[in-house]
């Protein structure tokens, strides 16, 4: 299976975002729950990346461990505003728009490795990767 690019501009790419990632962890063999999982965290990413940055893209790609583990690899990246203080960010209940302040931190929680990078005026690249 190739991986999947999904430009994100507009409110609809994040439904599509959230479709092409359930439809890629089906066919790679994720359960139900895993589906629903990587869903969520293509949403909450994909949304974050066309509020703030206003347009970027979802990378999706199947990969393997190098001791022979399947999963799916998401990489979201833009090159909006940046987060100022990533440590804040990542806090359960932080919000720059008024927000719950659930996303970073909740997607965190859903996926097995999650990583940020990002910097004031250089945008940010955020992957994630569940393991079958």
């Known amino acids: 299976m190739e991986s999947k ?13 959230r479709g092409e990632v359930r439809t890629i962890a089906a066919a790679l063999g994720f359960t139900l729950l895993d589906q629903t999982r990587l869903a969520t965290v293509a949403s909450e990413l994909a949304r974050n990346v066309v509020k703030y940055a206003r347009a970027g893209r979802l990378i999706a790609q199947p990969t393997d461990s190098p001791h022979g583990r399947r999963g799916l690899r998401l990489i979201f990246e833009d090159t909006g ?28 929680r859903l996926v097995d490795e999650f990583d940020i990078q990002s910097a004031p005026g250089r945008g940010t690249k955020i992957t994630v990767v569940r393991w079958l």
């Open 5 to 17: 690019s999904i430009a994100l501009e507009h409110d609809e790419d994040v439904v599509v975002a």
């Open 81 to 108: 505003p940046g987060i100022p203080d990533i440590a804040a960010a990542m806090r359960d209940g932080y919000s720059t728009s008024k927000g719950l302040g659930k996303g970073l931190p909740g997607s965190r």
